[in-house]
């Protein structure tokens, strides 16, 4: 009996007890500004908001596990969290092993340049870009006029930008954003051109991740994406992070 | 300056959790040494065996890889048999884990090192006592027993200096610990450099304050003796 009394009780502290919560929800907290880890621990940020928006739509109570990046499929598919929140973009190799909703949302890849700079002008002028990316394979695809210049980060685009050896670059939208209209090196520059978002070379964006074969919730989850954006509960939260439609085309 | 400061009391809980997973992975690895120390001494071949087993399973192991392996392999585990036995989901906590993962790789060297600290004890002291009268447990606890301590400490202490730098391995699993806090809130300010190097004075803090109580804990088992 005493030895029953023992094993309960090293069950109890091995284990925490079943969650109230309907859904438990993988979330980052490192990747600002879509999730990032607040100063009393908690996490914060557009996933986060997204993910809280939606499980109110589905009428359900969801609690934020905070999990490691490279361990947050494995903490799905073993069951730590129903649905991973966490800018995952949606990819043929991920969706071998997890299923994925309809996107959430899709950071549009855009030029960026000296200030009033237009698309038309690009022809024959030098456009910096990442070595190897996507965006690289979109500019040689769509953009045979412009002459490229490959870097291996995209700081060092962004300094040759300001140096005047490139006259504008492509990147994701928020990259450029955050690390460089944001900054100081970043004035007088700007976002030019419309969002480019071709699924040919750009994927098809973020995604929910959850296990294979729950269709009901994959489902649950597409479908109040869906609603979000009807009832412009989805803008309010854009606005709040982004001062561009991050949904995508 | 001020994001630290901002963030100080987080990285202060951080800093509990790596202290208490370091504690009690320590009292686990010492345990776990003790079982396996005695039973490469033991005469029965099928504990040395076993226990063989252990220490080369372990050393042979990369940290990282057995720690990932308990925490969701351990969590298979722990689904399997409850869905075979229609039990509801039972979580297998990240600290948990740590503290058993830690715990079986650091008991596999200490096994080691109490084995030898065993061995140093000449065996004629045993025979002696044994010759005066002395039962097995009486030997063990005033005769081997406080020699071996003393014997066992300075590569105790130096298996515990390690362990305590291997808790930083258990952010992996994604546990509020002082190494996977600050690198998650570093990446969250975009300050990683700073939040790292705080994290440095910290673990280099934690050395010194060992390297510390162990001198005083070895000076005073070697009390007695001439150095």
């Given at each position: 009996m005493k030895s029953t009394f023992a094993a309960v009780a090293v069950l109890a502290t091995?284990?925490?007890?079943?969650?109230?919560?309907?859904?438990?929800?993988?979330?980052?907290?490192?990747?600002?500004?879509f999730s990032s880890t607040a100063a009393d621990g908690s996490v914060v940020g557009f996933d986060i908001d997204i993910a809280n928006a939606l499980c109110g739509e589905m009428g359900m109570s969801c609690e934020m596990v905070k999990s490691d990046w490279d361990g947050i499929i494995p903490a799905l598919l073993e069951r730590k969290c129903d649905a991973i929140i966490a800018s995952m973009s949606i990819t043929p190799e991920r969706m071998q092993v997890i299923d994925f909703s309809n996107k959430y949302y899709q950071t549009p890849a855009k030029f960026a340049g000296a200030a009033g700079m237009t698309v038309a002008e690009l022809d024959g002028k030098t456009v910096g870009v990442q070595r190897g990316t996507i965006h690289q394979s979109f500019l040689e695809g769509e953009f045979p006029g412009v002459e490229l210049k490959l870097y291996g980060s995209q700081d060092e685009a962004y300094l040759d930008l300001v140096a005047g050896r490139v006259d504008a670059i492509m990147a994701d939208s928020i990259a450029i954003s955050d690390g460089f209209l944001a900054t100081d090196a970043g004035e007088g520059f700007a976002f030019f051109g419309g969002d480019y978002a071709d699924p040919k070379y750009h994927g098809v964006g973020a995604g929910i991740g959850?296990?294979?074969?729950?269709?009901e919730l994959r489902n649950a989850f597409s479908h109040a994406i869906g609603r979000i954006r009807g009832t412009g509960e989805y803008s309010t939260i854009n606005a709040k992070y982004f001062d561009f439609d991050i949904y995508g085309g | 300056m001020d994001t630290i400061l901002e963030y100080a009391p987080l990285l202060a809980g951080g800093t509990a959790t790596t202290v208490l997973l370091f504690l009690c992975a320590a009292v686990f690895a010492t345990l776990m040494g003790a079982l396996g120390a005695a039973g490469k001494l033991a005469a029965g071949r099928a504990w040395r065996w076993l226990v063989m087993g252990y220490t080369t399973l372990v050393r042979g192991v990369p940290e990282l890889l057995l720690i990932l392996l308990i925490y969701f392999g351990g969590?298979?585990?722990?689904?399997?048999?409850?869905?075979?036995?229609?039990?509801d989901y039972i979580e297998l906590s990240?600290?948990?884990?740590?503290?058993?993962?830690?715990?079986?790789?650091?008991?596999?060297?200490?096994?080691?090192?109490?084995?030898?600290a065993y061995m140093t004890v000449p065996t004629?002291?045993?025979?002696?006592?044994?010759?005066?009268?002395?039962?097995?447990?009486?030997?063990?606890?005033?005769?081997?027993?406080?020699?071996?301590?003393?014997?066992?400490?300075?590569?105790?202490?130096?298996?515990?200096?390690?362990?305590?730098?291997?808790?930083?391995?258990?952010?992996?699993?994604?546990?509020?610990?002082?190494?996977?806090?600050?690198?998650d809130v570093g990446k969250s300010v975009r300050q990683p450099f700073s939040?790292?190097?705080?994290?440095?004075?910290?673990?280099?803090?934690?050395?010194?304050?060992?390297?510390?109580?162990?001198?005083?804990?070895?000076?005073?088992?070697?009390?007695?003796?001439?150095?």
């Amino acid at each position: 009996m005493k030895s029953t009394f023992a094993a309960v009780a090293v069950l109890a502290t091995l284990s925490t007890a079943a969650q109230a919560a309907d859904l438990k929800i993988c979330v980052e907290g490192a990747y600002p500004p879509f999730s990032s880890t607040a100063a009393d621990g908690s996490v914060v940020g557009f996933d986060i908001d997204i993910a809280n928006a939606l499980c109110g739509e589905m009428g359900m109570s969801c609690e934020m596990v905070k999990s490691d990046w490279d361990g947050i499929i494995p903490a799905l598919l073993e069951r730590k969290c129903d649905a991973i929140i966490a800018s995952m973009s949606i990819t043929p190799e991920r969706m071998q092993v997890i299923d994925f909703s309809n996107k959430y949302y899709q950071t549009p890849a855009k030029f960026a340049g000296a200030a009033g700079m237009t698309v038309a002008e690009l022809d024959g002028k030098t456009v910096g870009v990442q070595r190897g990316t996507i965006h690289q394979s979109f500019l040689e695809g769509e953009f045979p006029g412009v002459e490229l210049k490959l870097y291996g980060s995209q700081d060092e685009a962004y300094l040759d930008l300001v140096a005047g050896r490139v006259d504008a670059i492509m990147a994701d939208s928020i990259a450029i954003s955050d690390g460089f209209l944001a900054t100081d090196a970043g004035e007088g520059f700007a976002f030019f051109g419309g969002d480019y978002a071709d699924p040919k070379y750009h994927g098809v964006g973020a995604g929910i991740g959850v296990r294979q074969g729950e269709e009901e919730l994959r489902n649950a989850f597409s479908h109040a994406i869906g609603r979000i954006r009807g009832t412009g509960e989805y803008s309010t939260i854009n606005a709040k992070y982004f001062d561009f439609d991050i949904y995508g085309g | 300056m001020d994001t630290i400061l901002e963030y100080a009391p987080l990285l202060a809980g951080g800093t509990a959790t790596t202290v208490l997973l370091f504690l009690c992975a320590a009292v686990f690895a010492t345990l776990m040494g003790a079982l396996g120390a005695a039973g490469k001494l033991a005469a029965g071949r099928a504990w040395r065996w076993l226990v063989m087993g252990y220490t080369t399973l372990v050393r042979g192991v990369p940290e990282l890889l057995l720690i990932l392996l308990i925490y969701f392999g351990g969590q298979r585990g722990i689904n399997q048999i409850g869905d075979a036995f229609g039990f509801d989901y039972i979580e297998l906590s990240k600290f948990a884990a740590g503290v058993f993962a830690l715990g079986f790789i650091y008991g596999a060297y200490l096994t080691e090192t109490f084995r030898g600290a065993y061995m140093t004890v000449p065996t004629g002291q045993r025979d002696a006592a044994k010759a005066l009268g002395f039962t097995t447990a009486q030997t063990l606890r005033l005769i081997t027993l406080p020699q071996l301590v003393r014997f066992a400490l300075p590569g105790y202490f130096n298996v515990l200096q390690v362990m305590i730098k291997a808790t930083a391995v258990v952010s992996i699993i994604g546990l509020a610990d002082l190494v996977g806090l600050a690198g998650d809130v570093g990446k969250s300010v975009r300050q990683p450099f700073s939040f790292y190097m705080l994290v440095f004075f910290i673990y280099l803090g934690f050395t010194i304050l060992l390297t510390e109580v162990f001198s005083r804990v070895e000076k005073r088992y070697a009390r007695g003796l001439d150095r």
